[in-house]
């Protein structure tokens, strides 16, 4: 028979895993955030240097996010 003092001791453990997975999944979500913001902000650069083509300002009006959108 267990010892009335193992109780608060199992539901500390309880807490602490539960608290350990929630913290794992919190990270994970940071993670995958990051990434694809990291993800976004690359496909904007490229957009951005295909439609300057080399120039300080680009001109607008190309048909290219409307091409981009049919993918």
Same mark, same amino acid.
């Given at each position: 028979? $267990?010892?009335?003092?193992?109780?608060?001791? #199992?539901?500390?453990?309880?807490?602490? +895993? =539960?608290?350990?997975?929630?913290?794992?999944?919190?990270?994970?979500? $940071?993670?995958?955030?990051?990434?694809?913001? $990291?993800?976004?902000?690359?496909?904007? *650069?490229? +957009?951005?240097?295909?439609?300057?083509?080399?120039?300080?300002?680009?001109? #607008? =009006?190309?048909?290219?996010?409307?091409?981009?959108? *049919? +993918?």
């Amino acid at each position: 028979m $267990k010892s009335v003092s193992a109780k608060p001791k #199992y539901k500390k453990l309880l807490l602490d +895993i =539960g608290l350990a997975i929630e913290t794992a999944r919190q990270n994970a979500i $940071k993670a995958i955030n990051t990434e694809l913001v $990291k993800g976004n902000w690359e496909i904007g *650069r490229q +957009i951005v240097e295909f439609e300057q083509q080399g120039q300080e300002r680009a001109e #607008y =009006g190309s048909d290219l996010l409307a091409r981009l959108q *049919r +993918i």
